[in-house]
């Protein structure tokens, strides 16, 4: 029987769901080598409109336990700021992620992010199956906060998590950071 891993995120945001939308979703392949080159070497369009069956193809950094990595979009509301993406790496499919971002009531952003991953490629390296919630909510003393809760039944699928928990917090900060410095940038 198969284990269970997961890991919940929570983040904070003082940056709007449209403009967090369009620079982690829409246009991460762009901002992904310049922001957090240590995950993403660089990255092209394979294929569509940027709409539903767009595939991108990323080529991963050190940080990254894949060589290359395509997305394919399932499903994209950007009025609504929502998508559905799978994800394959070196070649296999691994997971599916579902995104949401609603605007919050100081002009911040609540990002709801579900991934699903397979039992497959994430198994030759300690995991079997993760689901991450993972929710943007603008701060108190509006500034970010990252919440992580990891359970593992092996301690490598533990440090695999922990090191995706660390990159997921560092690249949600990357493009707050990003953004909040380029006020005009995806307006």
Not at 39 to 51: K, L, P, R, W, Y
Not at 141 to 162: F, H, I, P, R, Y
Not at 169 to 184: C, G, H, Q, R, T
């Amino acid at each position: 029987m198969a284990s269970t891993n997961s890991w919940t995120l929570e983040l904070e945001s003082k940056v709007s769901a449209p403009r967090k939308f369009r620079a982690c979703v829409m246009d991460w392949h762009t901002l992904a080598p310049k922001l957090a080159p240590h995950v993403i070497d660089n990255a092209h369009h394979v294929e569509g409109d940027g709409g539903i069956g767009t595939v991108r193809h990323y080529n991963c950094g050190s940080a990254v336990p894949f060589n290359t990595m395509k997305k394919k979009v399932e499903f994209l509301n950007v009025d609504k700021c929502k998508c559905k993406y799978a994800i394959e790496c070196d070649g296999v499919e691994t997971s599916t992620w579902n995104i949401k971002m609603k605007p919050a009531a100081n002009g911040g952003s609540v990002a709801k992010v579900l991934s699903n991953h397979k039992n497959n490629k994430i198994a030759n390296y300690g995991l079997s199956e993760i689901h991450v919630p993972n929710k943007m909510k603008p701060a108190a003393n509006g500034g970010s906060m990252a919440k992580v809760e990891c359970t593992s039944k092996s301690m490598q699928a533990n440090d695999m998590m922990l090191k995706a928990k660390e990159s997921a917090a560092e690249m949600f900060k990357s493009v707050e950071a990003y953004l909040i410095a380029n006020p005009n940038a995806y307006n």
